[in-house]
């Protein structure tokens, strides 16, 4: 099965701040995988250069098995690949509805064509309610986002990920800012995501890495220096260094 994903000795460097170093893995169909590591590890940066915001300095990305480390995020998204942000990124004028149907409209094709779509937009509305019930907040359909709470922003922003129809879908810390009795919802959508999709989540929450990974990813410095269960993440000792700050340290008396 060829790989949904892959990252061939990525890095990328800021000026002289090198943040990703030589990073390679790969996703499958189907994979629920955190990416875990101290603050400032080079999480988001790579999720960055996965998606196309930003360029690496040097390496490869394949998505399918093609190389799209030069495409542009719109190409990137017409081939499958999806993110949600650490911080929110929904047109807060819109209403909560209207954000999802935009996204199920890009899926299809018709937002080149909105004034010759209007056949189609039954079905856009059928499908954009599907989904937010899908999450539990059907109720919000018709109210602008910039009225939302933070948790139910949150979960519009995986309703447009779900909504693209993604192949890989990478989620940037999607419980962040989500008051704790919210939490259980995010978990609960997450669950429910089509278990074909490979997902790639960026999560500090432990708890959460538990629940929803089959597998992790640990980057400390930039580099990755573990790959393995959650379970055993949590008993390697170069995993407990790095999250104890030592592992710096530990690198610079090498
Ligand atoms: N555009 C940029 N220009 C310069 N430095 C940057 C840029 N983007 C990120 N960095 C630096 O790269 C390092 C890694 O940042 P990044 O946001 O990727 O880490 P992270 O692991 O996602 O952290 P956190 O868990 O705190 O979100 C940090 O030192 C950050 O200041």
Known sequence: MTDRLALHGVFKSFGGLHVNSDVSFALKAGDRVALIGPNGAGKTTLVNIISGDLRPTAGRVLFEGADVTRLPIAERSRRGLARTFQISRLFASLTAGENVSLAVMQRRGLTRRVLSATADMADVHTECIE?????????????????????????????????????VLLLDEPAAGVPHEETPKILGAIDRLPPDIAVLMIEHDMDLVFRFARRVLVLAGGRLIFEGTPAEASLDEDVRRAYLGSYADARRTA
């Open 131 to 167: 989904l937010l019930e899908t999450l539990g907040i059907a109720d919000l359909a018709a109210l602008p986002v910039g009225q939302l709470a933070y948790g139910q922003q949150r979960l519009l922003e995986l309703a447009i990920g779900i909504a693209l129809k993604p192949k």
